[in-house]
């Protein structure tokens, strides 16, 4: 499973930024039922998620970002966003897509976000 993150970058504190983690080689039918999630990751630290997304869209956030990040998914597009709002310098990190079922769980390559204080 191939997936394509953008919408990355630099960004001033209080700014907002919106990500996109696209599917593009799945089928409707094998994209809808994959739960979704956003990861972030620092140097020296273990990944931790941000977001997440069920199938039937069920959604759970990082206490640390509840208020502020909204994850939501569109199977139309094959595409699961994540709308990050009032960005904190200590939200700079790799963001990672992640699509996983009960079986298996894939990984993009991964969007860098800085934010500027």
């Known amino acids: 499973v191939q997936l394509v993150e953008s919408g990355g970058g630099l960004v001033q504190a209080g700014g907002s930024l919106r990500l996109s983690c696209k599917a593009p080689r799945l089928i409707l039918s094998t994209y809808s039922p994959l739960t979704m999630a956003w990861y972030r990751q620092t140097p020296g630290n273990q990944r931790e998620l941000v977001a997440e997304i069920s199938s039937s869209r069920t959604t759970d956030y990082n206490d640390s970002v509840k208020g502020r990040f909204t994850i939501s998914r569109d199977n139309s597009r094959k595409t699961t966003y994540l709308q990050m709002n009032n960005l904190k310098p200590e939200d700079t990190a790799v963001y990672y897509c992640?699509?996983?079922?009960?079986?298996?769980?894939?990984w993009g390559q991964g969007t860098q976000v800085t934010v500027s204080s």
């Open positions: 992640k699509a996983s079922d009960i079986n298996s769980a894939y």
